[in-house]
């Protein structure tokens, strides 16, 4: 089932936390056991945005002694930031368990990462220049409110309803997947991949790491993969309709674009709206209407097709 939606301003910035919401409220039908969104704000210069947790919001909800747990693993993330040479600019408390940092560093980001998230109980969900992931649980306007989304600037954004069919009702297990450790790079899907493990391994090989057993993961890593190896997103998009098998239609976001792929079969469904200056995307028509006051032309995509649209 699931719910996927996507826009994109082809000119000034926009109100993309509010638009995003708007559209994943009106698809909660489709998932109501968690919603994501990875919005793509104004870049600082020579600035990362990290977001990251240091519990699950269950752990929390159940009255889990978990609240000096939370004390400490951040108090070990800044300690080990700090050990790395990372500059902290800012430092933003999202819920109790997530948090929001705005970072300068000139090092790896790969090893930094990887430093991070040794610490137990801790994961980044995004570093990024632009992108900032956020995803818990609860519907669309639970977790907007809860992040502060509702106006939040900026170019471009996807987002995700999740119906939970194969795997918890959790943090980890909820959508956008960010393509870990590759800058800005985010997916949301529709559907199931058959030859995920075959692709997974494949991979983990290649030096990649999961967070998660979710197909949507693997399309993120995929595309970014392929772009490390200096293949255009274009490109890598249609290599995957080839070589990823399943029934799947899927939204991706980098810092400067946004794409979707409908599979051969095209059993899952995708509408679009394009002008000059904006895109916008979703599983059902419902949502792109739900940002506009004015009637709109909405058309869909035929199987087997890719789009690319830059900012």
Not at 295 to 300: A, C, K, S
Request: net charge negative.
């Amino acid at each position: 089932m699931c719910g996927i939606a996507g826009i994109i301003h082809r000119g000034n910035p926009g109100n993309i936390g509010g638009e995003i919401t708007s559209m994943l409220r009106s698809l909660k039908h489709r998932g109501p056991d968690s919603t994501g969104l990875a919005v793509y704000g104004i870049p600082g210069e020579n600035q990362y945005v990290m977001r990251f947790k240091v519990a699950e919001q269950e752990d929390v909800s159940k009255g889990f002694n978990i609240h000096q747990q939370i004390k400490d693993r951040r108090e070990k993330v800044n300690s080990r930031l700090k050990e790395l040479g990372v500059e902290i600019l800012s430092e933003n408390e999202a819920t109790e368990y997530a948090f929001r940092y705005t970072i300068r560093y000139d090092g790896d980001l790969h090893h930094m990462a990887d430093y991070i998230e040794d610490i137990e109980g801790t994961e980044i969900m995004s570093l990024g220049q632009a992108l900032e992931l956020i995803k818990d649980l609860g519907d669309a306007d639970v977790v907007s409110t809860q992040y502060d989304l509702g106006n939040f600037e900026g170019s471009h954004a996807i987002g995700h309803t999740r119906m939970a069919t194969e795997s918890d009702v959790d943090i980890r297990s909820a959508h956008p997947y960010w393509a870990y450790p590759f800058n800005d790079v985010a997916v949301v899907h529709n559907g199931q991949l058959t030859n995920y493990w075959n692709w997974r391994r494949h991979l983990v090989h290649r030096g990649h790491r999961f967070m998660s057993n979710c197909d949507s993961e693997l399309i993120a890593v995929y595309l970014a993969d392929k772009m490390n190896q200096n293949i255009d997103l274009e490109e890598a998009m249609h290599d995957s309709l080839d070589e990823l098998d399943g029934v799947f239609t899927y939204v991706v976001a980098t810092s400067d674009k946004l794409g979707m792929a409908k599979d051969f079969m095209a059993a899952k469904p995708m509408v679009l709206h394009e002008s000059d200056d904006f895109v916008a995307l979703a599983s059902e028509e419902v949502a792109i209407r739900s940002i506009f006051p004015h009637e709109i032309d909405t058309f869909d995509p035929y199987e087997g097709e890719v789009r690319v649209w830059q900012l």
